[in-house]
């Protein structure tokens, strides 16, 4: 049990809430992956208080290869986002239609 | 000390999020993001994982955050197109069905009591070897394999991006 422990863990579930709101209401794609940037944050935050209350590393190995996936996500969503641009004029995600039938 | 540090750097991390959401501007969001970024490595040394915080300082408010700052500016934003009905509906659901989330994780999973282990990171193993010292022992052994498979995983995202962004001739 770390001191605190239930603030640390209201603030990841705060977090967490915030980036699913965000990646629900707004349409703009970029910012659509900044909000899952902030979800996977709060889940970062929670994985850690664990890991502390543990005494064991687990948890950090887990944000580690968070981190190493967002990054990898980061580098190809952005180039999809480059490529839509370049054939629709917008970023606009209810215009990513081409999946949808 | 570490309650006060802990409630101004979650408050200014919550906040810093809420104006990711409602920023007008994409660019500014971004911005806002670097902030909420370095508040959440402020609460992993609270808790005593400085290494993560080095590496959420340099790969998330450097690295990510400069690769979306670059596809902003490429991009051309314009302000989003006003909201139709049915997504103001969708919204309202929406949100909706995160405050039930909310609730529901806030009175069950953190006020529950939860049981604890005693694991192998004890806090004289920590005095001892220093805390990068001990991770890099379990990083190269017990995780070498997700290790691996995390470098080849970049590799590929890398390969991919450039792949996917090249002009067509």
Known sequence: MVDNQSIYLTFAVILFVIGAAGAICRRNAIVVFMCIEIMLAGVSIAFVTFSRANHSLDGIFMVLFVMAVAAAEAAVGLAIFLLMYRKQGSIDLDKFNLLKW | ?169
């Open chain 2, 1 to 169: 000390m570490e309650l006060v540090f802990l409630l101004i750097c979650g408050g200014v991390a919550v906040i810093a999020s809420l104006l990711v959401i409602f920023a007008r501007s994409t660019l500014h969001s971004a911005l806002w993001m670097v902030l909420s970024f370095f508040m959440v490595a402020i609460i992993y040394v609270l808790l005593h994982a400085q290494f993560l915080a080095m590496l959420q300082v340099i790969v998330y408010a450097g690295a990510i955050m400069m690769f979306i700052v670059y596809a902003i500016m490429m991009l051309n934003l314009r302000q989003e197109a006003k909201s139709k009905v049915a997504t103001r509906i969708s919204k309202v659901v929406g949100v909706g069905a995160l405050i039930v989330l909310f609730l529901e994780l806030t009175l069950i999973g953190v006020s529950h009591n939860m049981a604890t282990i005693q694991g192998p990171v004890t806090d004289k193993l920590v005095a001892t070897y220093g805390r990068v010292a001990v991770i890099s022992n379990f990083l190269f052994s017990d995780y070498l394999l997700p290790f691996e498979v995390a470098s080849i995983l970049l590799t590929a995202g890398v390969v991919g991006a450039v792949v996917l962004a090249k002009r067509e001739k």
